[in-house]
């Protein structure tokens, strides 16, 4: 079974540049998770789709980032424009279903580095 | 609201030791749920354990066992006789039932087994 798949694993813009991350979740899946994740720190869910729906999207700062999740399935992750304190790995997630028991399997993210 | 701490930062053994991981958890919800991630260099988050607030049996597997004590709000994770390739991130998070699918993660322990 393919794993949560994410590209680029690496990117480096400078500040106010916008940059674009893609995420393709375990097929059948239907919850897709963004998590960002800074140096020395645990994963903080930026947004949570549950098919295309947003269901969870609190921690997002709406004014600079915006999430899609088109047909379900790809989703991708835009900030427009970027600020030094966004460098940061941003991971993607998924699970079978969006319930509090239920692991998450991860890809294994994008490094983002602004200057 | 949920809150994870771990408060050991970095831990250093040699290996064949025996290690303890630290994690406790805040919660005001009586139904939540208890995981621990593994994050090796690579970057993906490997999914390990899952316990729910009602089992509070201890499990065991292989080399890995987890001690789930809901009176000091804790859900330690020990690795008998370490190995190199234990050395990674690890990370305790907690999902609350009603907050489906919304994990809160620690800041994770390091672990460095040397040889």
């Known amino acids: 079974e393919a794993g949560v798949a994410q590209s680029p694993r690496y990117k480096i813009i400078e500040k106010r540049q916008s940059v674009a991350f893609w995420c393709n979740p375990i097929s059948g899946h239907a919850t897709l998770y963004w998590y960002q994740q800074i140096l020395g720190q645990g994963p903080k869910l930026l947004i949570q789709f549950q098919n295309n729906g947003v269901v969870d999207d609190s921690q997002l700062p709406k004014d600079r980032f915006s999430a899609e999740r088109l047909k379900g399935v790809d989703s991708t992750l835009k900030i427009q424009p970027a600020k030094l304190e966004d460098s940061a790995v941003y991971l993607c997630?998924?699970?079978?279903?969006?319930?509090?028991?239920?692991?998450?399997?991860f890809g294994q993210g994008t490094r983002l580095t602004v200057v | 609201a949920q809150k994870v701490t771990q408060a050991q930062t970095e831990i250093s053994v040699v290996e064949k030791e025996d290690v303890t991981l630290d994690c406790v958890y805040e919660?005001?919800?009586?139904?939540?749920?208890l995981f621990w991630y593994k994050q090796p260099p690579s970057g993906e988050l490997v999914f390990l354990i899952r316990r729910n607030s009602f089992d509070e049996q201890n499990e065991i597997s292989g080399r890995y066992s987890w001690n789930f004590q809901k009176s000091t709000s804790s859900f330690n994770f020990t690795i008998t006789a370490s190995q190199v390739v234990d050395s990674a991130v690890y990370f305790c998070?907690?999902?609350?039932?009603?907050?489906?699918?919304?994990?809160?993660f620690g800041d994770g322990t390091t672990l460095t087994v040397k040889p």
């Open positions: 997630a998924s699970s079978s279903m969006g319930h509090a028991n239920t692991e998450a399997f």
């Open positions: 919660t005001r919800d009586t139904t939540y749920y």
């Open positions: 998070a907690l999902s609350e039932e009603k907050n489906a699918g919304k994990s809160t």
